[in-house]
């Protein structure tokens, strides 16, 4: 197996793959990328079993051939070279791999390319397409609201709903819920499915610019497809919560204000709340908005008081502030509003304007009041 190829695009390409080795791999091999050439093109393949990375590129190719090398020897060779030709020699029956550059010669070992996972077939897949933007999109507003407790697998994951033009990514960890709807997708398919969280950030730094994605899909795998690239995330077998039935439907009490405002003022808030609890008490008026926070335990206490619209009884609710300034992190409207019925329900938060064929909700559990 021979060939050359420029040193800074072959970093390009192991850099995007790199993100499926684990660190601590459950067996050697899954240390290594799969290198496979066949007519001119060089496929690079990397696997944490859960998720793999399957990259390709055009090289000079004078041999083809397959080979597995260790990673990490390769990605330091590499970047420590300044951009030029790099030409591989690689002794299929001795593993023995030679890495020719202006400077010299570097010799590693590889591994038997047989030992390496085989990587799951795109067959029986539905398929659905999007731009990349938009993908990046739905994972930033969701992956933040998944849960982390190993107990409750299915929370651990994006939910996706494909419902023929909509497509819906859900994600929630019991105490805050978060759902993003897009209306133009040009399919005819219903189905639904769990993505895992740790795919979808490697999924997310996979795409470097905004193309079009395929995503296809069968009962165990999905499969993002763009130029160049595919990522194949293994699916999470469970079945995923009711989430509408804990999205309260009749909320008549409705607070609006500027995002960046409540967010700034639930910061410096939070700072005097309780460390375990983070709970920040808000208290609404016709026309004001009070918040506070106090920590018994070290006698600090802050109040401040906003402005704001609002339509409904007077009601004093408490929540978790970390959870509320992350939300609203997330949000991009200048203006937001929150959907309230009673202290002990959900709080509902919406951006006041949405882009068409788009609708973001958010939902926070209350914390309920005393100390």
Request: one cysteine or more.
């Amino acid at each position: 197996m021979k060939f050359s190829v420029s040193s800074s695009e072959l970093l390009s390409k192991l850099s995007i793959g790199i993100g499926a080795i684990s660190s601590n791999p459950v067996i050697p091999i899954l240390e290594d990328f799969l290198f496979t050439i066949e007519g001119d093109q060089l496929t690079i393949g990397a696997t944490n079993l859960e998720s793999t990375i399957l990259t390709t590129m055009n090289v000079s190719v004078d041999e083809p051939g397959r080979i597995a090398i260790p990673a990490k020897i390769l990605l330091e060779t590499l970047k420590a070279l300044p951009e030029q030709p790099v030409s591989f020699n690689i002794d299929e029956e001795t593993r023995l791999i030679e890495v020719t550059s202006a400077f010299g010669k570097y010799k590693l070992s590889g591994d038997n390319p047989e030992d390496f996972p085989s990587i799951p077939e795109q067959d029986n897949t539905q398929t659905v397409s999007m731009s990349a933007s938009r993908v990046q999109e739905a994972i930033t507003k969701t992956i933040f609201a998944t849960s982390n407790d190993e107990l409750r697998q299915a929370m651990m994951g994006v939910y996706v709903q494909i419902d023929y033009s909509n497509i819906i990514f859900v994600a929630t960890d019991a105490h805050k819920l978060v759902k993003y709807t897009f209306g133009d997708i040009n399919s005819e398919i219903t189905q639904n499915f769990i993505i895992p969280k740790k795919g979808l950030i490697l999924l997310r730094s996979a795409i470097s610019q905004d193309v079009n994605v395929d995503i296809s899909f069968n009962k165990t795998n999905v499969f993002f497809s763009f130029p160049d690239t595919k990522v194949i995330i293994r699916l999470i077998d469970a079945k995923y919560p009711d989430y509408n039935a804990v999205i309260p439907v009749n909320n008549p009490n409705l607070m609006s204000m500027g995002r960046k405002d409540l967010q700034n003022s639930l910061k410096r808030i939070a700072i005097y709340a309780n460390k375990t609890t983070n709970q920040v008490v808000m208290s609404l008026n016709d026309t004001s908005l009070t918040i506070s926070a106090q920590d018994l335990d070290f006698s600090n206490e802050a109040t401040e008081q906003l402005t704001c619209s609002y339509e409904g009884e007077p009601m004093t609710i408490g929540f978790n502030a970390k959870f509320l300034v992350e939300m609203l992190g997330i949000m991009d409207a200048d203006d937001i509003k929150i959907e309230l019925s009673t202290p002990s329900r959900a709080g509902v938060l919406l951006p006041a304007e949405e882009n068409e064929n788009e609708s973001l909700l958010m939902l926070v559990m209350p914390v309920m009041m005393g100390n």
